[in-house]
């Protein structure tokens, strides 16, 4: 993604945005949530599990990677929840694609302090970290009660 923005003298600077990558994953009206274990001023916070996009990787298939990764599940991912969070001081942009597991995967916690299944009455229960807070709205109407 390529932004635009005028530079002291009032010509246009050109530069990439780095895109990052998250993943609403949702079972039986729940979604999981991952706790940051580092760096330690976001450490215990929760976010969707992902990363960033590596150079001449898709969105989709870095998504799938990181879940990889990070959980050791296989995903089969659709369609974007929310709107794209600038991030990283804008350097980055966040990108969410609702996910579910394939074939009875069950994540593990590899990278993360804990994992949590939560449905819509516990999406407040958690401390979010800033860029996925914005997600959490927008993934409402996807979880059931």
């Given at each position: 993604m390529r932004t635009e923005r005028a530079n002291g003298g009032g010509q246009t600077?050109?530069?990439?945005?780095?895109?990052?990558?998250?993943?609403?994953?949702i079972r039986d009206g729940r979604v999981l949530a991952c706790a940051r274990s580092a760096p330690p001023e976001v450490a215990g916070m929760w976010e969707f599990p992902g990363g960033k996009v590596e150079p001449g990787?898709?969105?989709?298939?870095?998504?799938?990677?990181?879940?990889?990764?990070?959980?050791?599940?296989?995903?089969?991912?659709?369609?974007?929840?929310?709107r794209n969070v600038r991030m990283a001081h804008?350097?980055?942009?966040?990108k969410v694609y609702a996910a579910r597991l394939l074939d009875g995967d069950e994540p593990q916690a590899l990278e993360h302090e804990g994992l949590r299944w939560l449905t819509v009455d516990e999406l407040d229960s958690v401390t979010w970290?800033?860029?996925?807070?914005?997600?959490?709205?927008?993934?409402?109407?996807?979880?059931?009660t």
């Open positions: 600077e050109r530069r990439d945005l780095k895109v990052i990558v998250g993943a609403a994953i990787e898709g969105e989709t298939d870095a998504l799938i990677r990181e879940c990889a990764e990070e959980l050791a599940v296989r995903v089969e991912i659709g369609d974007r929840v929310g804008g350097r980055s942009v966040l970290l800033p860029a996925d807070a914005p997600i959490v709205a927008a993934l409402r109407p996807l979880l059931t």
